[in-house]
């Protein structure tokens, strides 16, 4: 009996390929990906440039308005659309083209008393903020830390001390004054300004000046504790980035670790007059 050869094994249907639902998609190429992401990396440095630009309070040369630690918000439109090569550099920095900012749109010229956001004259990679004294024009002189502008004192009332830290958190006493600050229109702005109990800074009196064209003078508000328009001159209109308006974030970093958020503080406007009343007489003076 001969033996039979083994059967075959039967074959495997031919199964039908399987559907991919993303295969029928087109997969997205480097040009999708500039498509989509250009425009909205244009849109916000537009806005930065141009709109809104935020600004950390590094040290304590503008207490008692601004703290160390303060983050305010600043519109770079209130004097007008500028073309800004100082601002258009290295991201991140404030390392910009060695070209004056050219003026597009002319809307306003800086008042006195605003708070404005500057590069630094004599280190345009740096940005400071301070207020606004003099104007085109007008005559600034400094006598122990008040301002006698075109020849008249500007006003100030005493409203006590106010307690602070210094830029290494040590603490500090000075002493609180209201100071009315002349505006157009025989209007005043009234503000908050410090000086120090004891002898003033070198910079507490100064001789008269003559504000130039389109320049303004400034000065810090902690007027023993700024570096200013007193000791290295005016600030010109392409030099401003723009008008600082609100806090709209406070931490404190001296107030232990990691520090503490001062909720106090936040949307608080700079140009609030509700911290400056004078002290209540005691009774029988």
């Given amino acids: 009996m001969t033996e039979q050869p083994p059967a075959p094994e039967p074959r495997p249907a031919p199964q039908a390929p399987r559907h991919d639902p993303f295969a029928d998609e087109p997969r997205e190429g480097w040009r999708e990906t500039l498509v989509t992401w250009v425009p909205a990396i244009l849109l916000v440095l537009g806005i930065r440039l141009f709109i809104f630009e935020p600004f950390r309070i590094p040290s304590g040369s503008m207490v008692p308005t601004l703290l160390i630690g303060d983050h305010v918000i600043v519109t770079k439109f209130s004097y007008g659309v500028w073309m800004p090569f100082k601002s258009i550099g290295i991201p991140g920095t404030d390392i910009g083209l060695p070209w004056n900012n050219v003026e597009l749109v002319d809307l306003a ?6 708070v404005i956001v500057f590069h630094y004259p004599e280190d345009e990679s740096y940005t400071y903020i301070k207020r606004v004294i003099g104007l085109p024009g007008d005559r600034i002189r400094v006598v122990d830390n008040q301002v006698i502008l075109n020849g008249e004192r ?8 106010f ?4 830029d290494r958190c040590e603490p500090r006493s000075a002493r609180f004054w209201a100071e009315a600050l002349a505006r157009p229109e025989g209007e005043t ?10 002898r003033g800074s070198p910079l507490a009196d100064r001789p008269e000046i003559v504000v130039p064209p389109d320049s303004v003078f400034v000065m810090g508000d902690n007027r023993d504790h700024s570096q200013d328009s007193r000791a290295w001159g005016f600030v010109r209109y392409d030099q401003i980035k723009g008008k600082a308006h609100v806090v709209w974030l406070s931490w404190d970093s001296c107030d232990g670790f990691p520090g503490r958020l001062r909720l106090d503080r936040m949307f608080r406007s700079l140009y609030t007059t509700e911290d400056l009343t004078p002290p209540a007489a005691e009774p029988g003076t």
């Fill in 189 to 198: 702005l009234r503000h908050g300004i410090l000086t120090d109990s004891g």
């Fill in 154 to 161: 500007q006003a100030r009332e005493t409203l006590g001390t």
């Fill in 163 to 166: 307690d602070d830290v210094t």
């Fill in 109 to 114: 010229d800086p008042e006195r008393g605003d």
